[in-house]
C-alpha cells in the first residue's frame, strides 16, 4: 500500500507564490508517474503536472505553463510544486496522485490513469 500526504497550502494575494509538497510512504516501487491535480467548486478535477518517476520528464496543463513547476528530490520520495505568479482561478483543493503503470502523454493529465490520492491541501488566492 502507498500512501501519499500533501502539504504546503495556503492563502495568498494575486501575484504571489506557494511550493507545495507530497510525501509518499509505503509501498513505491511500482510508482512511474507522479501528478498534480486541483478542483475548485462545481469544477472537474484538473491536470496541473506530472512528473515521471526515473527519467524526471514533465507534462503541464495549459493553464499553469511557465508559472508551475513540478520537481522531486533525489530520493524520489517527495514531489514538489512550485507555483508562481498565483491568480484568483488558481483557487482550489490540490491533490498529489501516483500511478504504476505506462502512460500516453495525453494520459499523464488525466486522473482516471492515476491510483492512488492523498487527501488534498487547499490554496486560496485573493485579488
Known amino acids: 500500500q502507498m500512501y501519499l500526504v500533501e502539504s504546503g497550502g495556503g492563502s495568498v494575494q494575486a501575484g504571489g507564490s506557494l511550493r507545495l509538497s507530497c510525501t509518499t510512504s509505503?509501498?513505491?516501487?511500482?510508482?512511474?508517474?507522479m501528478a498534480w491535480f486541483r478542483q475548485a467548486p462545481g469544477k472537474e478535477r484538473e491536470g496541473v503536472a506530472s512528473?515521471?518517476?526515473?527519467?524526471?520528464?514533465?507534462v503541464y496543463g495549459d493553464s499553469v505553463k511557465g508559472r508551475f513547476t513540478i520537481s522531486q528530490d533525489n530520493a524520489k520520495t517527495t514531489v514538489y510544486l512550485q507555483m508562481n505568479s498565483l491568480k484568483p482561478e488558481d483557487t482550489a483543493m490540490y491533490y498529489c496522485?501516483?500511478?504504476?503503470?505506462?502512460?500516453?502523454?495525453?494520459?499523464?493529465?488525466?486522473?482516471?490513469?492515476?491510483?492512488?490520492w492523498g487527501q488534498g491541501t487547499q490554496v486560496t488566492v485573493s485579488s
Open positions: 496522485a501516483a500511478a504504476a503503470r505506462g502512460l500516453s502523454l495525453t494520459g499523464r493529465l488525466s486522473p482516471n490513469a492515476y491510483d492512488v
Open positions: 512528473i515521471t518517476k526515473y527519467a524526471g520528464d514533465t
Open positions: 509505503g509501498y513505491t516501487a511500482r510508482t512511474t508517474y
